[in-house]
């Protein structure tokens, strides 16, 4: 049995003689951990906020859920990733309940998609719309086990891949939820894990619903986050890319798609004599598809100013203006017919606003484009988040707001991180890692590879990945900064090896993870998706080998932006932002070696700019104290002391 809340302070829990150690076995104190707990103890009392780096190792879930347990504060986490929400709430939580007793109540809320939708389950069944045998047995059992699960968390039914157009059938979202008209709302799991969220003292989130809260607020559909004195935020690194996203806006081919497959549907319920919103909408997604035809002229992806005055994109441009225009004059006589009418004529409303806003963006903004075999998306993005997301902030009120991660400082600054959110003069702190980086791991800076740039480079950096492999016997990630340099060390490893290749965009990310860690000297290959948020702990990886610094492509047409702006006003853009941003991912990728004491490996850095640029210089000096070498012997003889105590490792989202 636990010890109250009330009889304890972080130190009792967390230190030397901390009750937590009768709950884990091998329970090691350490002095980070309980340093940033008592941190944010202190900060919570105080009502003042933190940015805090805490390098990997540490335990930073617990560093903040143990003073969040001990506080009197109503609290909500915020994670960057659904599975760190999983847990958080299945597993390091309850942990934590058994060690301090207390009475506060604990939820869990994820993004209304990820909740079957009773009304949409029943509808479609009865429908009987699946005219394979699998598809309609697979729906079967997903509206039975929909009867006795108690959160209809979709990720529970594993029937379904996650990605499977099956879900569209199953789940709602804000478009097409009917509300407080749902025939359904008693068995509402949306409706029941809101209401548990607004009672609960410890509320888990992520920060897509963080975001999406704002949003609610601002349209005047009130709000599905409780009042809370402390936010906390892990995996912050990620919050002004994730800000950009919701303070912007989209219209994509396939919104218009499903908009339209929504609206005929609508009318066959509501209005079946009629025939004519079939007809528009018919029209309308051909001109979506006219205006994708039109985009195939022009780079993948860019600035809309780049190709706004072209003819024909002109002329696609203008015609799906008029054919929302006739589909929306066609709905506005029929919305009193069904809910489902209306619901989808507000849409279309929506969507029409957000192609005119796309069209007109002004100088704090961007629009652009992007297209890929059977689809596009026209974005209207901002060129700061800051002010949006003080203002967001300052709406909730916060006592106190907290922002955590591994990686939040460049070149031992927190200056860029702070900038981007409009953290004006909040206190920062950074906790060093337990590891012992001078004995587990080994930092290689191969001197004999030529710039990046140079036309020698894909063949001499292939041979060196083919020489580290086999030293390592597999058990290696190799990590990239473009997909053509993936896919070309792809195919000269296969003609050179034969360890098990895994290789990006072959195989969903958390299969390609799971084949790692059961394989036999498995080698993964993986761009910018695999360089954060993946925990392979144990011998299992031995070496994370990356091409090049990974600066990102001024081509992207907002961050291009961004940079001329900063340029434009005096700045330097490549040493303000580009090198920051540079620094913190290599921390990220480098991080993904070293995970727990036991951990022993080599990172392989294959950019020669690391000693000859001062900035080089500058982003080795922010990465963990590694023993270097330039000496392929000498990474040679250490990778032959590697793989003595072989163990499966189990692989994990980051959660320490």
Request: glycine share 6%; charged share 25%; proline share 4%.
């Amino acid at each position: 049995m636990g010890a109250l809340a009330s009889e304890l302070d972080v130190s009792a829990v967390l230190g030397p003689d901390g009750i937590i150690g009768d709950y884990i076995d091998d329970f090691e104190p350490r002095d980070s951990q309980l340093g940033m707990a008592a941190l944010i103890d202190e900060a919570i009392g105080l009502g003042e906020s933190r940015v805090i780096e805490a390098s990997t190792g540490i335990g930073k879930s617990f560093a903040y859920l143990v003073p969040a347990f001990l506080s009197d504060a109503r609290v909500v986490i915020s994670t960057g990733t659904r599975n760190l929400q999983d847990q958080l709430f299945e597993k390091d939580i309850p942990l934590i309940r058994r060690a301090i007793v207390s009475d506060k109540k604990v939820a869990l809320l994820k993004g209304r998609s990820n909740y079957c939708c009773p009304q949409r389950l029943q509808r479609y069944r009865a429908e009987d719309r699946f005219k394979s045998r699998e598809m309609a047995s697979i729906f079967a059992a997903l509206a039975a086990w929909s009867e006795h699960t108690e959160s209809g968390d979709i990720g529970e039914f594993a029937g379904i891949p996650e990605n499977d157009s099956l879900w569209y059938y199953a789940t709602s979202n804000a478009d097409n939820c009917l509300g407080g008209e749902c025939p359904e709302i008693d068995r509402c799991f949306v409706l029941k894990a809101r209401k548990q969220a607004m009672d609960a003292d410890i509320l888990v989130i992520n920060h897509h619903l963080y975001f999406s809260d704002l949003a609610l607020k601002q349209d005047g559909f009130g709000e599905i986050l409780p009042d809370a004195d402390v936010l906390i935020f892990d995996e912050a690194h990620q919050l002004p890319d994730i800000a950009g996203n919701f303070y912007g806006q989209q219209v994509t081919m396939r919104q218009i798609d499903l908009l339209c497959r929504d609206i005929i549907e609508a009318e066959i319920a509501e209005a079946a004599e009629s025939k004519a919103l079939r007809k528009r909408c018919n029209r309308l997604e051909q001109c979506a598809a006219d205006l994708r035809l039109a985009l195939r002229s022009f780079p993948q992806k860019a600035e809309w100013e780049r190709i706004q005055n072209a003819p024909a994109v002109r002329q696609a441009v203008t015609s799906l203006q008029q054919a929302i225009d006739a589909l929306d004059d066609e709905l506005e006589p029929m919305v009193s017919r069904g809910k489902e009418l209306g619901m989808c004529q507000r849409r279309l409303r929506a969507l029409k606003a957000a192609l005119q806003a796309f069209l007109s963006a002004d100088e704090n903004q961007v629009s652009w484009y992007e297209l890929n075999e059977r689809s596009f998306r026209l974005a209207q993005s901002p060129l700061e988040v800051a002010q949006a997301f003080h203002q967001q902030l300052e709406l909730a009120d916060f006592r106190s707001v907290f922002f955590t991660s591994a990686t939040l400082s460049s070149q031992q600054s927190f200056s860029y991180y702070c900038d981007r959110l409009g953290l004006d003069g909040i206190d920062c702190a950074s906790f060093d890692s337990p590891f012992d980086y001078e004995k587990q791991a080994l930092l290689y800076l191969p001197a004999q590879l030529p710039d990046p740039s140079d036309e020698r480079y894909p063949l001499l950096f292939g041979e060196l990945c083919r020489r580290l492999v086999e030293a390592t016997e597999g058990h290696c990630f190799i990590l990239f900064t473009s997909y053509r340099m993936l896919s070309w060390c792809a195919e000269f490893l296969r003609a050179h090896l034969d360890y098990p290749l895994l290789v990006q965009g072959e195989l969903q990310r958390n299969e390609l993870l799971h084949q790692f860690v059961q394989s036999e000297n498995p080698i993964l290959l993986g761009t910018s998706s695999f360089w954060e948020g993946v925990d392979v702990k144990g011998d299992q990886l031995r070496c994370v080998i990356i091409d090049k610094l990974p600066f990102k492509s001024p081509q992207d047409p907002v961050y291009r932006k961004r940079l001329q702006r900063v340029n434009q006003r005096g700045g330097n853009a490549f040493v303000e932002v580009q090198i920051p941003e540079a620094t913190i991912s290599l921390r990220q990728g480098v991080g993904r070696l070293i995970r727990d004491v036991g951990d022993s490996g080599i990172v392989a850095l294959c950019d020669n700019r690391l000693n000859s640029k001062a900035y080089g210089r500058g982003m080795l000096a922010s990465l963990p104290p590694m023993r270097r070498t330039s000496d392929l012997d000498e990474v040679l003889e250490f990778a032959a002391t590697l793989g003595s105590d072989l163990s499966r490792a189990a692989v994990k989202t980051e959660s320490a």
